[in-house]
């Protein structure tokens, strides 16, 4: 595939490209097993709304540098004292958490590209993705309660939605490891491929959902959100609907109205069974 650097970009973490409507983000630290510090996430995060605001985009793949490993959590090395992991500043930051809720509140599909090591945070980054293609060498688990953290949070209740809750307390309170083909009985994953066929077969899901409908994409997903996410999966679900509105002639009357100085005529527009 042709992918292109996106331009602009300055980041030492992350490599962002994009091809026919995809952008494809790697996390680059593979002498890390693709761990994150704090400067990583914030650099899937800037990519993540730069792809979001470019209207030739409508998929987004999440993937990690080489065959070894899609991401192995958070970087231990620079975990600190303080509530976090310390950027090059010593601030502490938990933004894993941010970038969970971006994944989820992004308005098209997110698909992670799994080869290798899927561990710790790295498995719950996937997890927050709408799609998972693992490689036949991937392997998934967490290590929070072994390395003395956990997540609590999506990493806990969206791995009960997903893999169901006896299963996901297995996952997490013996912290084994899975293989592929195990992730994908539990329902962890969508589908297995050999290696040498991940990203043409990502891909290749990339571009059935680009032929889709963006909209019906976009508030299928917040859909899919909403109960798990509360008052925020409504307000996501119920953005879309204003969105849908402000396209009406009606939501643009009472605009109109207002910036004419004169009362809105609403008479005009059917009240639908
Ligand atoms: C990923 C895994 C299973 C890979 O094992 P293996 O044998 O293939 O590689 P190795 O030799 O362990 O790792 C290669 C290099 O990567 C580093 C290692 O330290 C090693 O470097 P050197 O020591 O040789 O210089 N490396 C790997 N993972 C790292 C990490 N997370 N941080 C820093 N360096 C790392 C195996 O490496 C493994 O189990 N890694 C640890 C996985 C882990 O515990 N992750 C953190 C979970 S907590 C979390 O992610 C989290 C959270 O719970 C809540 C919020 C946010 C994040």
């Not at 309660?145 to 791995?159: E, I, T, W």
Request: negative net charge; glycine residues 12%.
């Amino acid at each position: 595939f042709d992918w292109q650097p996106a331009p602009g970009t300055d980041y030492t973490d992350i490599l962002f490209d994009t091809f026919e409507g995809i952008a494809r983000i790697t996390i680059n630290r593979p002498h890390v097993r693709n761990a994150f510090r704090p400067e990583t996430l914030e650099e899937v995060m800037d990519a993540l709304h730069r792809a979001r605001l470019d209207p030739d985009v409508g998929a987004v793949i999440l993937c990690g540098a080489g065959s070894e490993a899609f991401c192995a959590g958070g970087d231990q090395k620079v975990r600190g004292e303080h509530g976090g992991y310390k950027n090059e500043a010593g601030v502490n930051h938990l933004n894993a958490l941010d970038l969970q809720r971006m994944i989820r509140t992004l308005p098209m599909p997110v698909v992670a590209m799994v080869a290798g090591w899927a561990i710790g945070g790295g498995n719950v980054l996937h997890l927050v993705c709408d799609l998972t293609i693992a490689a036949d060498n991937a392997r998934f688990g967490q290590t929070g309660p072994r390395v003395g953290s956990f997540d609590a949070g999506f990493g806990a209740g969206l791995m009960a939605r997903t893999v169901g809750l006896k299963k996901a307390k297995e996952i997490w309170f013996l912290c084994r490891q899975y293989d592929a083909q195990q992730a994908l009985e539990m329902g962890l994953v969508n589908t297995v491929v050999a290696l040498a066929d991940l990203e043409r077969e990502t891909v290749g899901w990339c571009r059935e959902m680009l032929a889709l409908s963006p909209t019906a994409l976009r508030v299928l997903k917040a859909g899919f959100n909403a109960d798990t996410d509360g008052l925020s999966g409504i307000q996501e679900l119920a953005g879309n609907a204003t969105a849908l509105f402000y396209m009406t002639e009606e939501g643009q009357e009472g605009r109109n109205a207002f910036n004419e100085k004169r009362s809105p005529d609403f008479g005009r527009y059917p009240r639908r069974p």
